[in-house]
């Protein structure tokens, strides 16, 4: 048995020759998974419903599927967005501007974090309001060319899409189990039913 055999723990199964693949040592370094299959695996975890679209008009299908699931018709949505009131209109919801007496919250974000499976969002979506005093309910569309690996990574992008002016309140969503009474974990944090609608764009 060769020397790196011995180190790193190298078995063969019964039966198994030269050509079959190697078991991993439990000792061994873990793969590193691709960044959309990290991020959706962590936001899963974290209690976050993610629907993949390959198409815009598999959004739009997706969109009307959690307004109707939910029973959100004739409800109110708060969404500062105008090019995102443009794409989801003629569904039958009532865009606000005003946060107040609304169920749901349309937004975009800044970056996706695959490592901690969450959402990262600045002023630039809540308009400088706290995430404690926005609906409870999310609904955010999202494009797999915003996947980062890493908040620090998040950071960059945001300040080199943003050059003349950085915006505030940057914050990553990473609670998306609404409860009653929070674990010392998510203490501090806003939980938030959360769907995103993560569009292909590469």
């Known amino acids: 048995m060769s ?29 590193n998974l691709p960044i959309d299959e990290k991020f959706t695996i962590n936001f899963k975890k974290n209690g976050g419903k993610f629907i993949y679209c390959d198409s815009t008009e598999e959004v739009l299908q997706n969109f009307g599927n959690i307004i109707s699931e939910n029973s959100w018709e ?3 949505v708060y969404c500062t967005n105008e090019k995102l009131q443009k794409k989801f209109k003629g569904f039958n919801i ?34 400088e309001q706290k995430l404690h005093d926005l609906p409870d309910n999310f ?7 915003q996947l980062v690996n890493t908040i620090s990574e998040g950071l960059r992008k945001i300040k080199s899409r943003n050059k003349n002016k950085i915006p505030t309140n940057i914050t990553t969503i990473k609670h998306f189990n609404v409860k009653e ?10 939980s938030k039913n959360l769907y995103l609608l993560l569009l292909e764009d590469l």
């Not at 198994?16 to 078991?23: C, G, M």
């Not at 009474?181 to 806003?190: C, P, V, W």
């Open 94 to 127: 009532k865009f606000s501007k005003d946060r107040r007496n609304t169920q749901v919250f349309l937004t975009a974000c800044e970056n996706l974090v695959a490592e901690l499976g969450g959402v990262l969002v600045s002023s630039n979506q809540t308009s």
């Open 181 to 190: 009474e929070k674990d010392f974990l998510s203490y501090g944090s806003s």
């Open 139 to 145: 609904i955010v569309f999202a494009a797999t060319s």
């Open 3 to 31: 020397l790196f055999k011995k180190i790193f723990g190298f078995k063969k199964t019964k039966g198994s020759s030269e050509n079959n693949p190697i078991e991993r040592s439990k000792y061994m370094p873990e793969i």
């Open 74 to 76: 004739n409800t109110s």
